[in-house]
């Protein structure tokens, strides 16, 4: 990371908390509703030409903004756990809105945590984002291997053999890199037994699941319509991957066009033993967590 600033290494961190945010219960039937997002920092894309004539919203602040976040956060409300790509920390472009936190807010997140993936001052803060309406007991921020920018976080829901492992990620375009990318990932989930992948993956799921690291895992990808670009689909980019010991529900792809990607939802249904094990919701005694 030396060309954006300090090298970064994993780490341990702690999910931000929102006070002002109620925490819902699990439901009794363990059910669990996931959505993974790339918002392109709150940018609306209708055309292949936009990236060219819209190209100076990602450099700049604009009024439809701020809409597109409503919009963003109007939609985030209705599920539990949200991986978000292509999030900015606060920047000149934003109007130094932390756009992760602004989303946990909009859609009543108790917990949240912002990945800087790549820091350029003021000029941008490209970040991955996690909102949740349980409580990790284990968060780490993971940079993944490659030219700088690319990241990935895990998360972990209950305790020992039997936890539950979330891994959010935005992977990289060229297929050798993300090759590397994934064996990373594979390395981070191997001592689980429930694992769910979330991310804009930048490649088709039979890719994923059969000339990847990730191949011997029996992982099911239960999405197969198209996410990109949003206005006229017609690849399917945006995964989240399940283990087969999790129950799938149902899986849409949202027809959402508010950014250049569609949003991918699924519901799924956990173990009873791993219902049990899921972690305290947030309590008013809960000390607030440092600022990062």
Same mark, same amino acid.
């Given at each position: 990371?030396?060309?954006?600033?300090?090298?970064?290494?994993?780490?341990?961190?702690?999910?931000?908390?929102?006070?002002?945010?109620?925490?819902?219960?699990?439901?009794?039937?363990?059910?669990?509703?996931?959505?993974?997002?790339?918002?392109?920092?709150?940018?609306? $894309?209708?055309?292949?030409?936009?990236?060219?004539?819209?190209?100076?919203?990602?450099?700049?602040?604009?009024?439809?903004?701020?809409?597109?976040?409503?919009?963003?956060?109007?939609?985030?409300?209705?599920?539990?756990?949200?991986?978000?790509?292509? =999030?900015?920390?606060?920047?000149?472009?934003?109007?130094?809105?932390?756009?992760?936190?602004?989303?946990?807010?909009?859609?009543?997140?108790?917990?949240?945590?912002?990945?800087?993936?790549?820091?350029?001052?003021?000029?941008?803060?490209?970040?991955?984002?996690?909102?949740?309406?349980?409580?990790?007991?284990?968060?780490?921020?993971?940079?993944?291997?490659?030219?700088?920018?690319?990241?990935?976080?895990?998360?972990?829901?209950?305790?020992?053999?039997?936890?539950?492992?979330?891994?959010?990620?935005?992977?990289?375009?060229?297929?050798?890199?993300? $090759?590397?990318?994934?064996?990373?990932?594979?390395?981070?989930?191997?001592?689980?037994?429930?694992?769910?992948?979330?991310?804009?993956?930048?490649?088709? =799921?039979?890719?994923?699941?059969?000339?990847?690291?990730?191949?011997?895992?029996?992982?099911?990808?239960?999405?197969?319509?198209?996410?990109?670009?949003?206005?006229?689909?017609?690849?399917?980019?945006?995964?989240?991957?399940?283990?087969?010991?999790? $129950?799938?529900?149902?899986?849409?792809?949202?027809?959402?066009?508010?950014?250049?990607?569609?949003?991918?939802?699924?519901?799924?249904?956990?173990?009873?033993?791993? $219902?049990?094990?899921?972690?305290?919701?947030?309590?008013?005694?809960?000390?607030?967590?440092?600022?990062?």
């Amino acid at each position: 990371m030396r060309r954006w600033g300090n090298e970064r290494v994993a780490s341990l961190q702690a999910p931000r908390v929102n006070r002002g945010c109620a925490a819902d219960s699990l439901p009794a039937d363990g059910r669990l509703r996931l959505l993974s997002f790339n918002i392109q920092v709150g940018n609306s $894309t209708e055309r292949f030409r936009h990236y060219l004539t819209r190209g100076w919203q990602h450099v700049l602040p604009h009024n439809g903004r701020s809409g597109n976040l409503q919009r963003i956060g109007e939609l985030l409300g209705d599920y539990d756990l949200v991986a978000l790509q292509e =999030a900015d920390g606060g920047s000149l472009r934003t109007g130094y809105v932390n756009q992760v936190e602004h989303l946990a807010q909009l859609g009543s997140f108790p917990y949240w945590y912002q990945q800087l993936n790549r820091n350029l001052g003021h000029l941008a803060q490209h970040s991955n984002g996690v909102l949740s309406r349980l409580q990790p007991t284990l968060l780490e921020d993971h940079p993944l291997p490659g030219p700088p920018g690319r990241g990935a976080i895990l998360l972990r829901f209950g305790e020992g053999e039997d936890a539950l492992a979330v891994v959010m990620m935005h992977l990289s375009l060229g297929a050798r890199t993300r $090759t590397r990318q994934l064996a990373y990932i594979r390395e981070l989930i191997g001592g689980y037994r429930h694992q769910v992948l979330m991310g804009d993956m930048n490649t088709h =799921a039979n890719d994923l699941l059969e000339n990847s690291p990730l191949r011997d895992l029996g992982l099911l990808a239960p999405q197969v319509e198209a996410t990109f670009p949003s206005w006229r689909p017609q690849r399917c980019l945006d995964h989240i991957l399940l283990s087969p010991g999790l $129950t799938l529900e149902r899986v849409r792809v949202l027809p959402q066009p508010i950014s250049d990607h569609l949003p991918v939802a699924v519901e799924i249904r956990l173990p009873d033993f791993l $219902t049990g094990a899921m972690p305290p919701m947030l309590r008013e005694e809960t000390p607030a967590e440092p600022s990062s």
